[in-house]
């Protein structure tokens, strides 16, 4: 069974930053495409960042290009995501989800088989 768990999420203030973490437990997160997805109130969810498994390519959403950082944390069997210089429309729900083994990035949600329960960011002066 593959489960994750986001943490990271906070209150900061325009232009503040925040390192989203996404765990795993019991498999290998390398061996997988991670994706990280955000939900704003009354919005459908949409897709931030993915990197593909073992260090294959990363995407970002246009949104997010330049601010963000998707990386992998091997020794702690994680992935995270580094948000700089957020700005009150990065406010939402985000969730990080896994794909099929040994698969490459999606910014599509039907590529992800396990998602975790999600981490709130706020972003607000």
């Known amino acids: 069974q593959l489960q994750l768990v986001e943490s990271g999420g906070d209150l900061v203030q325009p232009g503040g930053s925040l390192r989203l973490s996404c765990a795993a437990s019991g498999f290998t997160l390398d061996n997988y495409a991670v994706g990280w997805f955000r939900q704003a109130p009354g919005k459908v969810r949409e897709g931030v960042s993915c990197i593909s498994f073992s260090g294959g390519p990363i995407q970002y959403a246009d949104s997010v290009k330049g601010r963000f950082t998707i990386f992998r944390d091997i020794a702690q069997n994680s992935v995270h995501l580094e948000m700089n210089s957020l700005k009150p429309e990065d406010t939402g729900r985000y969730y990080c989800?896994?794909?099929?083994?040994?698969?490459?990035?999606?910014?599509?949600?039907?590529?992800?088989?396990?998602w975790g329960q999600g981490t709130q960011v706020t972003v607000s002066s």
């Open positions: 989800a896994v794909g099929a083994a040994f698969s490459a990035c999606s910014p599509l949600e039907s590529d992800y088989q396990a």
